[in-house]
């Protein structure tokens, strides 16, 4: 059974950072694509980032501002997001599929997400 589970989460001034993570685990972790989605409330979910092979992806609104990464021993990706914005605020949750479709918003598997809340 997969099972994705972000924690990190918490409420920030604008400018500030936050580190996510999210602990994955009933599949080989190296074999797929995982990347990280957010939800805002009254809004479509968003791809926000992907690792496919050592390659990364960014959505638009938060290149340069965050950065994916994962250690495969632990089973575990990252996303260390920086200069954060108002706009940022939402439940952010972990997704495992091929990044083309991640950075769209599907996935094959998600998991419960944590919430990041940007004050301005």
């Known amino acids: 059974e997969v099972q994705l589970q972000a924690s990190g989460g918490g409420l920030v001034q604008a400018g500030g950072s936050l580190r996510l993570s999210c602990a994955a685990s009933?599949?080989?972790?190296?074999?797929?694509?995982i990347g990280w989605f957010r939800q805002a409330p009254g809004k479509e979910r968003e791809g926000v980032s992907c690792m496919k092979n050592g390659m990364t992806y960014y959505a638009d609104s938060v290149e340069g501002r965050f950065t994916i990464s994962s250690d495969n021993a632990k089973n575990t990706v990252y996303l260390q997001m920086n200069s954060l914005k108002p706009e940022d605020t939402a439940n952010y949750s972990c997704?495992?599929?091929?990044?083309?479709?991640?950075?769209?918003?599907?996935?094959?598997?998600w998991g419960r997400g944590t919430q990041v809340t940007v004050s301005s």
């Open positions: 009933g599949f080989t972790f190296e074999d797929y694509d």
């Open positions: 997704a495992v599929g091929p990044c083309s479709l991640v950075l769209l918003g599907v996935a094959e598997y």
